[in-house]
T-cell receptor, first 111, second 117 residues
Framework: SQQGEEDPQALSIQEGENATMNCSYKTSINNLQWYRQNSGRGLVHLILIRSNEREKHSGRLRVTLDTSKKSSSLLITASRAADTASYFCATGKSGYSTLTFGKGTMLLVSP | DARVTQTPRHKVTEMGQEVTMRCQPILGHNTVFWYRQTMMQGLELLAYFRNRAPLDDSGMPKDRFSAEMPDATLATLKIQPSEPRDSAVYFC???????????????FGPGTRLLVL
C-alpha cells in the first residue's frame, strides 16, 4: 500500500508564484524525502528531512515535517518554467533502506 | 559526474520473449533497487540488494521475474516470458547504506521503457 500520498495531484501556476505540495503518510517514519521527475527521466533527489527535524531549506525549496500530523509540505518559491515536473514524497523507516513513494504531484509552471 | 546507467533505454518486444535489463550502480554504493513505474500503480519496489545479496524481492512476480547482481558493477532484471501487462518503465537506483544512519538518498538511473506487444 502507498505510504505517502501527495496533494494536490496536479498544480498549475505562473512563473514567479510559489508552489506548495503536501504529503501525508500513515505509519511512523525515520525520514521523509522529496524527489523530482522530469518527463521521461529518472527521479532526482531534492531534499531529505529526518523525523527529529521540523523544517529544512535548500535554495528555493523549503520542506516542513509534522510528525504529529504525519504530514510534510514542499514549498518552491519564485517558481520557474524549469520547475515543471512531477514531485514525489518518499518515506523511510528506521533500519531500512527502502522508501515508499507516493503517486506524485504534477506541477506545471507557465511562463 | 557519477550516475546510475541503464540499458537499454527503450525495448519493444513481443509477448513470450525474454527481456533483460541492465544497470550499473554508482561506484561505491552498496545497495541497488529495482522499481517499476506505471500510471496506474505509480512507483513500485520490485527488489533490492545489499552488497550484491538479495534482501527483498517480494515485489516481483516470482514466476517470470528474476533479479541478480553478478558483480558489484552490474545488476540485471529479467522477465521470461514477458507479457503485455509488464509494459512499464523500469528504474534502477543505488544508494549507500550506513548502519545506524538516518536515511539514505537513492540515485536513479534514466530507466528502461518496456513495451510488450
Amino acid at each position: 500500500s502507498q505510504q505517502g500520498e501527495e496533494d494536490p495531484q496536479a498544480l498549475s501556476i505562473q512563473e514567479g508564484e510559489n508552489a506548495t505540495m503536501n504529503c501525508s503518510y500513515k505509519t511512523s517514519i525515520n525520514n521523509l524525502q522529496w524527489y523530482r521527475q522530469n518527463s521521461g527521466r529518472g527521479l532526482v533527489h531534492l531534499i531529505l528531512i529526518r523525523s527529529n527535524e521540523r523544517e529544512k531549506h535548500s535554495g528555493r525549496l523549503r520542506v516542513t515535517l509534522d510528525t504529529s500530523k504525519k504530514s510534510s509540505s514542499l514549498l518552491i518559491t519564485a517558481s520557474r518554467a524549469a520547475d515543471t515536473a512531477s514531485y514525489f514524497c518518499a518515506t523511510g523507516k528506521s533500519g531500512y533502506s527502502t522508501l515508499t513513494f507516493g503517486k506524485g504531484t504534477m506541477l506545471l509552471v507557465s511562463p | 559526474d557519477a550516475r546510475v546507467t541503464q540499458t537499454p533505454r527503450h525495448k519493444v518486444t513481443e509477448m513470450g520473449q525474454e527481456v533483460t535489463m541492465r544497470c550499473q550502480p554508482i561506484l561505491g554504493h552498496n545497495t541497488v533497487f529495482w522499481y517499476r513505474q506505471t500510471m496506474m500503480q505509480g512507483l513500485e519496489l520490485l527488489a533490492y540488494f545489499r552488497n550484491r545479496a538479495p534482501l527483498d524481492d517480494s515485489g516481483m512476480p516470482k514466476d517470470r521475474f528474476s533479479a541478480e547482481m553478478p558483480d558489484a558493477t552490474l545488476a540485471t532484471l529479467k522477465i521470461q516470458p514477458s507479457e503485455p501487462r509488464d509494459s512499464a518503465v523500469y528504474f534502477c537506483a543505488s544508494g549507500l547504506f550506513i548502519q545506524g544512519g538516518r536515511g539514505e538518498t537513492q540515485y536513479f538511473g534514466p530507466g528502461t521503457r518496456l513495451l510488450v506487444l
